[in-house]
């Protein structure tokens, strides 16, 4: 049971399948991401730089104690990025190295309850802008963990990670691939009952059992309805890799917050019980009201359009996520904009929106106690053609209809 043979097989036949929110702009990636991306750098403390992206620094450059240029690994060391636009780094970064792209890291760890199944999850920035923008924070690490008995051959509970808690399920409760597909009407392969969902909570990537609105530490939602395109590549790493072993930061402080610590630094590391003495109950409370909000292409840009009169009071920050199938190798774009004391109006970006091509863009609003509200999406087809004129017609509708309400103060 705790061969590495039988360890292996089961981590890829119980492989969790990640669903993230509309508003996702970061996705599980490959954690050489951190390392190759240009300008990040590996620096003490002090402030001095030991190694750079490019020159040295890689994955196999870290080590628990020396690194591969002879140096020794000292306490607080850690790679930061060398910019604040972590939008464009991380595009860019995504389009130069798309074998980096969707990666879950699976290992196993024997205890005296049975064998675990651990699946961690790194991505490039924390991008919390819930709650204050408390916690915002380049580098992220997260985490789920299946018990399998010792003489069982499948899981008998799931522990999802949730920032500084975690909550835990019976496996016959854990929704499952198979379930999804068949909700959809989807054909159901050889293997999808045994993979469970992890839904990722929107910016903090924290790993939910459903999509919805979820107190925790300060608040999350996620709807589960954005995924990568492509199946998420399963990476053993039994034996452990050395780097898994550095003991540093992965992030700066950039954001005003410190990157997370390495995973092997991680109680549940060689301890995976160590979780659940952080375990609790998930209360359920209502999502936030959603106020009405549009968005169009106009003259090839993204116009937004909003009424937050029907909120108690007006909302402290839009979001926009805009997305384009056709722009495969380029992740969703997230905006934010402060409209503290607005109650209704439209908003002309800048944000290209290109006629030849099709877009999914998703809004949603932080109020101002921090809590986000649900992602409302919005589709566009190409605007060329017949079809697109009469989008463009139709678009142009509901502007007039959005003029008049704001000339009538947004009272029906």
């Known amino acids: 049971m705790n061969a590495h043979a039988d360890a292996s097989a089961l981590l890829r036949r119980f492989q969790p399948c ?3 929110d509309s508003l ?3 996705f599980a990636d490959s954690a050489e991401e951190w390392t190759v991306n240009p300008g990040n750098r590996l620096r003490r403390s002090d402030g001095t730089v030991v190694a750079t992206a490019g020159e040295q620094l890689s994955l196999s450059f870290l080590d628990a104690g020396r690194y591969a240029s ?3 690994v000292q306490p607080g060391d850690f790679i930061e990025s060398a910019a604040a636009d972590y939008s464009r780094q991380y595009a860019q970064l995504r389009a130069a190295h798309p074998e980096l792209r969707n990666v879950i890291y699976g290992r196993s760890v024997a205890s005296h309850t049975g064998l675990w199944l651990q699946y961690w999850f790194f991505y490039f920035l924390n991008d919390y802008q819930l709650a204050w923008g408390i916690d915002v924070h380049e580098g992220d ?3 789920v963990q299946l018990r399998v008995p010792a003489d069982g051959s499948e899981p ?4 999802y990670a949730q920032h500084t808690f975690c909550e835990v399920r019976p496996w016959p409760d854990v929704r499952r691939l198979a379930g999804e597909k068949q909700a959809a009407g989807q054909p159901v392969d050889a293997g ?3 993979r469970p969902l992890v839904y990722a909570g929107r910016g903090s990537h924290a790993s939910f059992f459903e999509p919805g609105y979820h107190p925790t530490d300060f608040y999350d939602v996620t709807d ?3 995924r990568s395109p492509t199946e998420a590549r399963l990476e053993l790493v039994e034996p452990e890799p050395t780097w898994l072993k550095w003991p540093g930061h992965w992030g700066g402080r950039r954001t005003g917050y410190a990157g997370p610590s390495a995973p092997s630094k991680h109680p549940q590391w060689t301890d995976p019980e160590a979780l659940l003495r952080d375990a609790r109950v998930q209360s359920r409370e209502p999502a936030p009201h959603a106020p009405r909000l549009w ?3 106009r003259r090839a840009k993204l116009l937004l359009e909003f009424d937050f009169s029907t909120m108690s009071e007006p909302p402290g920050r839009l979001v926009a996520t805009v997305n384009s199938a056709d722009e495969k190798s380029t992740p969703p774009f997230v905006y934010r904009f402060a409209l503290k004391t607005i109650l209704l109006g439209s908003l002309q970006t800048s944000i290209p929106l290109e006629p030849a091509k099709h877009y999914d863009v998703s809004l949603a609003v932080i109020d101002v106690h921090g809590r986000p509200t649900a992602a409302q999406v919005v589709l566009f087809g190409p605007s060329t053609g017949l079809r697109g004129l009469i989008g463009r017609v139709g678009a142009a509708f509901g502007r007039l209809v959005h003029l008049v309400r704001l000339a009538l103060g947004a009272r029906e």
């Open 18 to 20: 990640l669903r993230y």
């Open 24 to 26: 996702e702009g970061y």
């Open 70 to 72: 002879g140096d020794t």
């Open 141 to 143: 690490w997260e985490m």
């Open 156 to 159: 008998e509970t799931a522990v």
């Open 192 to 194: 999808d009952a045994d």
């Open 224 to 226: 589960g309805r954005r």
């Open 295 to 297: 968005a169009r292409r």
